[in-house]
């Protein structure tokens, strides 16, 4: 099965109609795993090897206009920059879009407008294909499902199963070779006191793309073989932890399990590691602080920044010892600008 049999599946009659409108906008949040997704069972339809689960970041993502054109290409628009069909991520997305080409002589004019980093791990690919997938959906008029969405989405990147909804989201692994049972799942919860605080060390983009480092992990990593009992333990603490409103377990529990994946990645060969030295020094600082009494954690992808996990009681502390820090409020109503 490969992602045009999945994109079949998904449409059935609607696959081949024309878009019912001219254009078609969307927004997707960025999410941060707290429990992340590491490994592929199924390369080509982004099948994982765990559940994870997520918070999105309110207004912080990636919006989408979609138009049709008939320019003989399609026209991609990242922040003002166009981006050039033969780049990386021009190809990249070039393939995604063929596979919801309606009619051969079918382009789109797309626009891209992204307030997170590109590329630095901050998920902008997640936010970046949720938006695509939902302003596609808007575009052509299918009025598809949250979890139809989600596999489709899932398809261009797999964190981005879990941006189509806000706050948390967890990512079932699902049991179908199809993937049809590989989505997210909203968790109802709110809770607002939790913030998220990206501190920026570097927004250059990674030196080893995460399907490359993951794949490069499956294969070589002597301590993989321990990471899904890890990851199946950590989600059943951070549900209760998120039942419960239990922060210091919500807290303890995302970071040792981003530390725990990256341990995988610094035991496979050749070693994969994404910190700077500039990392391990706020590390080390996010330690200390929490030593002093500072209820503070943090989380890291597949970059050298990591993210701060506190409450909103502590905003004032935090403004404090991290100058720099972007505070995002998850949970609070979306003020879109
Ligand atoms: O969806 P991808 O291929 O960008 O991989 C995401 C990997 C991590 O960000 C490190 C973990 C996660 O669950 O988001």
């Known amino acids: 099965m490969n992602k045009a049999d999945v994109i079949s599946r998904v449409l059935g009659d609607k696959h081949k109609i024309l878009p019912r409108n001219p254009t078609g906008k969307a927004f997707a949040p960025s999410n941060i795993a707290l429990c992340k997704y590491w490994g592929k069972r199924n390369q ?7 559940s994870s689960l997520s918070i999105s970041l309110g207004n912080k993502g990636t919006d989408t206009d979609i138009a049709i054109c008939s320019d003989g290409f399609d026209h991609v628009i990242v922040n003002d920059q166009i981006i050039q069909p033969d780049s990386t991520f021009g190809k ?10 309606a009619a ?13 980093p590109i590329g630095a791990g901050l998920a902008s690919s997640a936010s970046g294909f949720a938006s695509l997938v939902q302003s596609l959906n808007a575009l052509f008029g299918w009025e598809l499902s949250a979890n139809q969405l989600s596999i489709l989405s899932r398809l261009g990147s797999g964190s981005a199963a879990r941006s189509i909804w806000q706050g ?5 692994v699902g049991l179908h070779a199809n993937g049809m049972d590989s989505h997210g799942e909203s968790i109802a919860t709110q809770w607002p006191e939790v ?10 983009e990674k030196k080893i793309s995460s399907r490359e480092a993951m794949q490069r992990t499956v ?5 993989y073989a321990a990471w899904p009992a890890k990851v199946a333990a950590d989600l059943v603490l951070l549900k209760q932890a998120i039942q419960q409103q239990d922060f210091a377990l919500l807290g303890k529990t995302a970071e040792w399990n981003a530390l725990a994946m990256h341990a995988t990645m610094l035991s496979a060969w050749p070693a994969v590691t994404y910190a700077l030295p500039e990392t391990v020094v706020m590390m080390e600082k996010i330690w200390r602080l929490r030593a002093e009494g500072l209820p503070v954690y943090f989380t890291q992808d597949a970059g050298p920044n990591l993210k701060l996990l506190f409450l909103g009681k502590d905003v004032g502390d935090i403004k404090k010892y991290f100058p720099q820090v972007e505070i995002i409020k998850p949970f609070y109503p979306l003020q879109r600008t």
């Open 195 to 204: 913030c998220v605080g990206l501190v920026i060390v570097s927004d250059t």
């Open 168 to 172: 948390f989201v967890e990512w079932h």
């Open 219 to 223: 294969a070589t990593s002597p301590l």
């Open 104 to 116: 051969p002589d079918l382009f789109f004019k797309i626009n891209v407008k992204t307030n997170i």
């Open 44 to 50: 080509e339809l982004n099948l994982p090897v765990t």
């Open 92 to 101: 990249r997305l070039q393939h995604f879009l063929d596979l919801f080409r």
